[in-house]
């Protein structure tokens, strides 16, 4: 079985910053892309960032500039650094990654549990 814990989130006040991680742990043979995603009270789940594991990156035009995705192969980790937060951030946020198990062929998506992102105004 794979796991996906995410860690980091919180309440901060507009203007601050958190670091959201997420670490994946299981019969892991490799992991493709890895990304967060976050979903609103009343709203659709949608794309935060994403990281290939070539190093490409995707943004949402509403972070770009403000957050970083990156990841540590090693640790089997991805993190998303928030800087500038703004109220319109708050949001359960999803940890997301295409995994390989040891014995397939194929990768499967999967996701964490979601952590609590609040900024205050």
Known sequence: QVRLVESGGGL??????????CAASGSIFSI???GWYRQAPGKQRELVA???SGGNTNYADSVKGRFTI???NAKKTVYLQMN???PEDTAVYYCHAQI???GDDYFTD?????TQV????
């Open 118 to 121: 609040t900024v205050s105004s």
């Open 84 to 86: 500038s937060l703004k």
């Open 32 to 34: 493709r892309d890895m």
């Open 70 to 72: 990156s990841r540590d």
């Open 50 to 52: 994403t990281l290939t």
């Open 100 to 102: 390989r198990l040891t």
């Open 12 to 21: 901060v006040l507009a203007g601050g910053s958190l670091r959201l991680s």
């Open 110 to 114: 999967y996701w964490g549990q979601g």
